[in-house]
């Protein structure tokens, strides 16, 4: 049996207005963005954390410390892709990657093959390879009040 892994990963941002609104890799145009030392990307940081915890490794800011002004407005998909490097490094491959995001707003659905494309990119796998799906939080607490999104990812990975 080759080594098989699981990974989880979760994020949260807070909204702010005049900020670019970065989602899995792709731009909204929107007056609003969210909040993060980074370009706060918070869909890419949960599947960066999903593979670095499959592969038992520290997690994104660990690598990538929000006190490094080298990090500060980083294009995300930057850092997924060195992690994926990492783990490539280290003989794992991807098997699939599945994500679930909590947003009252926008609305993630017209722009979902834009953003697997450009996260299967980055990861170094098929746009097949990965789920992106979105809800909102029904108005329920602070997500539900918009005062955020959270993003929740899973990662499979394997050695041959
Ligand atoms: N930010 C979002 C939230 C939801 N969607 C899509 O709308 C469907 C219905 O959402 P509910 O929260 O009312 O269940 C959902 O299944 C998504 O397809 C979205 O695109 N962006
Ligand atoms: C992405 C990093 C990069 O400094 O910063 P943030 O955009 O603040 O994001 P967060 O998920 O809060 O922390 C992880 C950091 O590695």
Redesign the pocket.
Known sequence: MPPIRIGQGYDIHPFEDGRPMVLGGVTFDTPYGLQGHSDADVLTHAICDALLGAAGLPDIGHYFPNTDPKYKGIDSQELLKEVAATLREKGWEIVNIDTA?I???????PRLAEMKAALSQSAGIEPEQIGI????N?KIGSLGRAEGIAAHASALIFKK
């Open positions: 995001m947003a009252e707003k926008p609305k993630i659905y799906k979105a809800t909102t029904e």
